[in-house]
């Protein structure tokens, strides 16, 4: 049996969906529903009152206490009594329904574990990733193709524990039907087959199952970011086995500062409805988020475990945090000099002092005055007073994504994070209490009995990651406070490690670092950097170091994409850090200049079997105990599928293409559409805009990307000269063991007189030359995995610039190949292609020097043999890539004989094709003034909309008032039409949730003419101009419904300039059409401003502040667009 048909038993409950049973303290009055109504992202969800239950309601048992229970909160949202899921659904001004709004199918969807599922007998997949309202039964269009309703040949089967499960590699599905050209193809000419073919009706079975296959796809895609369900079983990133994963067998005392003590009752919660109490109810197990609460003490034991073991094991970048010694300045040559690229106080004058960062152990001693004495002469530990003070006032508490602490969460613009950190007390030291908070949403998935170990070991992994995060921030706000107030409160700074706060070095050397601060943050909340990176956020740069990257759901985020499952935490993939657009520091002051960031993003899905290692027991005593803190690094030993996003794309290149008024019109266009929640149109639109650009985008992209090379390149000559000076040291060991003994002795009373030390004994120095043996073994073995792990990741990003090269057509190469792919060719081959070869042929030798020396053991030989392999692997991949490196190796992506093991099936595709159908799919279903506004851009766009894309019930709808009802004048309506006064359709009487978005009087009268037409030209536009060998872009056929075209505009209305050289106000053009096209800008104001409440928006539309503290820091998914989690 499929997984997709497995057993959904998780999915039942006998628990009534609308009202608790009595006695429970979720017990809601009805009268109170409309002022509870949750909102589709919860931002502006209010607590649901309880005061009105019956007499004798009694909170549910193991909730941690007594407290007040007037206001509550459900986690996950979707599981309050009076969650909403039609699609369609109702904005009520005053009591009464003045329009009706669909949501995006992405707003909607959620784990199928509600009570009122059952009834639609959601499968294994709906159970995690949701129904698909076009899905028949309880379908989540999730399934892998070999699901029991596709009846396909199995081309290849995974042997499991618990037997054969199979998938379908892309590559076979691929190749079955690549004589015609490729699945849609296939499918393209099945459609021509005639209908009196005798085998016509097997056919169009065979179609509609391909059709469906291609369709789950597609959503798989985008759901995942160009990866399927069948590609994520095979590469081992997802299962439904049970056992693929086994228990934790993590024990033993958690770390003190993550023990039961420190976590806050919530028993002062509930009297507030700024401070509800966050409480569950998941198939029938209902209670309260606390660290008092059985349930969920013993769901988190695997997370606590694991960040226990990761604390205790003294991880340096940890240590580095917590040493006030670690600290050095920034060099002038990558802080923003320039006296006009700072705010705020320094504004005036280029700052003295402004930054300073954390080096770990490795890395040279800061650059401060009396920092040598202190460190040496001293008697201060200043690691662990900052450690010592930091248990002392530190404790942690189970929050909520939304309503973080004190945070205003009627406002509608906080932000959602994972977890945040706040300093809570006064200016004196001795008082301030340092607090974090984690979000429940992170632990509903570990309450779930049918989700699976893999599951929940992901979740674990996620909770874990947060509170390593949180706990960085924690233990720098430690060293801020003791050794940043110290100086006015003497006196009340507790002793700790042998401190001595009157100290004159002390304080001149303290005073220097704690003035050292960008001018235009407050001190108290200004963290430091760490190393080289160009953000301060030592939250990320500690994940970094911990697994290799930040751990961020797998599910699509971007402009609010399914915003039910944001803080998903059974699917993580792993992203770059930092990472962020071309000169950023331009935007924000706080992010230095050197070295450049990053473009492109790329992401790597984490398997199942890396997170599933950590919770064991044997791991921590084999694995990391031979390497250290590399042991934890995710998927960076061997080459693994990734994925990327490519966003950036200069505006100059849009006007170019699109000319500045319609760029100007198409960016507010898109915005507004995702603000209304239709995130799939906008990166339909997205890609439309980029393929218009044309091959001009991955030049100026190749352009950004060849000022990272230096430093790439550097790192690798760096670890290539570690390894090379490591193993020298092994070789100059090996000759001193060869000499005699009198040699010995000699060399070391050489070595007693120069470190001043007494002379070893002959014995000693032999055990002392075989330590040093070991020594060098190890380090260089340790570089040789740092250089390994390097190589990896640039062989992913190599196999997908060649991948991106190789789609272009032959003509548009030629510059590519002549500025950048020369020189990317002959990088692979003299720096990193010569390192690995150069570097393997040095294990070698290393290890013929350990059999001679009859120290090489099995278990060291096989070590060397598999580091070995792996260096000429990385070798063989960048000489694979090389040879895609011309002009005209191949035609087209398809001529190349080869798969890269990293790129995902769908990059060979092209991403604007799969997300056309899912893009028309919305027009469908949006209200007629954002239809009209997606349509005009398609015109622009040169885009046509097939005729099924059409809203049938609304246009008939439409059809049936205009030509019943008379116009209405602009002057007695100005803007909407109210309830009460809008004409009212005669031959169409049950709509229901169908009934027809209100209209402005100029919109309205414009359709009335079109329900009516007398003779008048229809508008035109500008044809797009077709500067590249691919246009033009024509995506589908078929005419633009006519009930949705755009207004025409009035003779005095604005005129359009030449193509690409427009003479006229960008902004006021594009404004002015939108102002005809929705009724002046109070039309669109009034939908943002509906649109922002349902989102728990502000009025403007703009996430906005979070009006909290600045002393203050956050773990958040990072921003992507709108709607998505982001730092606090």
Request: proline share 8%.
């Amino acid at each position: 049996m499929s997984d997709e048909d497995s057993d959904q038993s998780g999915s039942s409950s006998s628990s009534d969906d609308s009202q608790y049973s009595g006695g429970s303290l979720f017990t809601f009055d009805p009268t109170l529903a409309n002022e509870a109504v949750l909102c589709i992202r919860g931002h502006k969800r209010q607590p649901l009152p309880v005061s009105e239950q019956p007499p004798g309601s009694n909170p549910p048992t193991g909730t941690g206490g007594d407290g007040e229970w007037t206001y509550v909160r459900f986690i996950p949202e979707w599981t309050a009594p009076d969650w909403n899921d039609e699609p369609v659904i109702p904005i009520t001004e005053q009591g009464k329904p003045i329009k009706m709004a669909r949501r995006d199918y992405t707003q909607m969807i959620r784990p199928a574990l509600l009570p009122r599922d059952a009834s639609r007998n959601p499968t294994a997949y709906a159970l995690r990733y949701g129904i698909h309202p076009d899905a028949p039964g309880g379908r989540s269009k999730m399934s892998p193709i070999t699901s029991k309703t596709r009846w396909v040949s199995l081309s290849c089967a995974q042997n499991t524990s618990t037997g054969f499960k199979a998938y379908v590699d892309d590559e076979d599905l691929s190749a079955a039907v690549q004589s015609v050209g490729g699945t849609r193809k296939f499918l393209d000419e099945l459609d021509k087959l005639p209908e009196h073919d005798p085998q016509h009706e097997h056919l169009f079975a065979t179609r509609l199952l391909l059709s469906i296959i291609e369709d789950d796809r597609d959503y798989q895609k985008v759901l995942f970011t160009d990866m399927t369900t069948d590609e994520r079983i095979m590469h081992k990133i997802h299962s439904l086995d049970p056992v693929a994963v086994p228990q934790s067998t993590l024990s033993g005392d958690l770390h003190p500062l993550l023990e039961r003590g420190r976590w806050v009752s919530t028993t002062y919660r509930g009297d507030d409805e700024d401070k509800p109490r966050f409480v569950f109810n998941l198939l029938g197990t209902r209670g309260e988020y606390s660290a008092e609460n059985e349930l969920i003490w013993a769901a988190l034991q695997p997370a606590l475990h694991l960040a226990s073991n990761i604390l205790n094991s003294k991880h340096p970048t940890w240590v580095a945090i917590l040493d006030l010694y670690s600290r050095r300045k920034v060099g002038p040559g990558r802080r923003p000099t320039d006296a006009s690229q700072v705010t705020g106080a320094g504004a005036s004058q280029k700052p003295k002092l402004p930054l300073y960062a954390v080096f770990d152990q490795f890395s040279s001693p800061p650059a401060y005055n009396n920092v040598e004495y202190l460190r040496e002469k001293s008697t201060y530990d200043v690691a662990a007073a900052a450690a010592e003070y930091l248990q002392e006032h530190f404790s942690l508490e189970i929050s909520s994504a939304y309503l973080a602490g004190d945070d205003d969460i009627r406002s509608g613009k906080k932000k959602p994070v994972w977890g945040v950190t706040r300093d809570l007390g006064c200016l004196p030291c001795a008082d301030a209490k340092i607090h974090v908070e984690i979000a429940s949403e992170m632990l509903w998935p570990l309450l779930v009995p049918s989700y699976t170990m893999a599951e929940k070991a992901t979740s674990s992994l996620m909770i874990a990651n947060v509170l390593l995060h949180e706990l960085a921030h924690a233990a720098n706000m430690a060293v801020r406070i003791l050794f940043g107030r110290w100086r006015s409160n003497r006196d009340k700074i507790p002793q700790l490690a042998g401190l001595n706060t009157f100290d004159p070095l002390m304080s001149a050397f303290f005073g220097e670092v704690t003035r050292c601060t960008i001018q235009d943050k407050d001190d108290r909340q200004d963290e430091p950097y760490y190393r080289e990176e160009q953000r301060a956020e030592l939250g990320y740069a500690f994940e970094k170091q911990i697994w290799g990257g930040l751990l961020e759901p797998s599910i699509e985020r971007h402009h609010g994409a399914f915003p039910l499952m944001t803080f998903r935490s059974m699917d993580i993939s792993m992203e770059e850090w930092p990472s962020s657009r071309p000169n950023p520091h331009l935007k924000d002051k706080s992010i230095l200049t050197e070295p450049p960031l990053p473009v492109d993003s790329f992401t790597r899905p984490v398997q199942m079997t890396d997170t599933g290692r950590l919770f064991q027991k044997s791991f921590w005593e084999t694995d990391a105990a031979k390497f250290g803190h590399r042991a934890l690094r995710l998927g960076a030993n061997e080459l693994d599928i990734v994925t990327t996003k490519r966003e950036y794309l200069p505006e100059k290149d849009k006007v170019k293409a699109l000319g500045v008024s319609r760029t100007t019109f198409m960016d507010k266009a898109m915005n507004n559409l995702g603000l209304a929640g239709h995130p799939v149109l906008v990166m339909y639109l997205t890609e439309c805009i980029t393929a218009c650009v044309g091959p001009v985008a991955m030049r100026r992209r190749m352009h950004q990307q060849a000022k990272l090379w230096p430093a790439r390149d550097g790192e690798v000559e760096r670890l290539w000269k570690l390894c090379t000076k490591e193993s020298g040291a092994l070789m100059q060991c090996y000759q001193l063991t060869n000499t005699s003994d009198g040699e010995k002795e000699r060399h070391a009373a050489s070595r007693a007189l120069a470190l001043k030390q007494t002379p070893m004994t002959l014995d000693e120095y032999k055990q002392h030359l075989l330590q040093d043996v070991y020594t060098a073994v190890e380090r260089l073995l340790f570089a040789c995995v740092d250089l390994h792990q390097f190589m990896i990741v640039q062989i992913e990003q190599t196999q997908h610039l060649v991948l991106e090269y190789l789609q272009l057509k032959p003509a548009d190469r030629a510059p590519i190949y002549k500025r950048y792919m020369l020189f990317v060719h002959g990088r692979l081959e003299l720096t990193y292609e010569a390192a690995a070869s150069n570097v393997a042929d040095m294990l070698k030798r290393s290890f013929d020097i350990l059999q001679k020396m009859s120290i090489a053991s099995t278990e060291l030989a096989q070590v060397f043999a598999n580091m070995v392999n792996k260096l000429e692997s990385d070798q063989n991949l960048f000489q694979q890539a090389r040879q895609y490196m011309t002009k005209d190796s191949v035609q087209d992506v398809g001529s190349i004989p080869t798969h890269f093991s990293s790129v995902p099936q769908a990059a060979y595709e092209r991403r604007l094709k799969r997300l056309e159908k899912l893009a028309f799919r919305e027009l469908k279903y949006m209200p007629t003034g954002l239809r009209q506004l997606a349509d005009t851009c398609f015109k622009m766009l040169q885009v046509n909309v097939p005729p099924e894309a059409a809203n049938a019930q609304i246009d008939a709808a439409l059809a049936a008032q205009l030509a019943t009802a008379p116009p209405v004048p602009p002057a007695e309506h100005p803007n909407w039409l109210s309830a009460q006064n809008q004409p009212k359709p005669t031959a169409v009487t049950n709509m229901g949730a169908t009934a027809l978005p209100q209209l402005s009087p100029q919109l309205y009268n414009a359709l009335h003419l079109q329900a009516n037409p007398p003779p008048q030209p229809a508008p035109t536009y500008p044809p797009v101009p077709a500067p590249y060998s691919q246009r033009p872009l024509t995506l589908s056929v078929g005419a633009v419904p006519g009930p949705s075209a755009p207004t025409p505009a009035p003779a005095s209305g604005p005129t359009w300039g030449t193509w690409g050289n427009d003479a006229v106000n960008k902004d006021s053009i594009a404004q002015d059409m939108l102002d005809s096209m929705f009724g002046g800008p109070t039309y669109l104001a009034e939908a943002l401003r509906l649109q922002g409440e349902k989102r728990g928006m502000g009025s403007d539309g703009d996430e906005g502040s979070d009006g909290s503290p600045k002393r203050k820091k956050g773990r958040g998914a990072r921003d992507g667009g709108w709607g998505q989690a982001g730092m606090a």
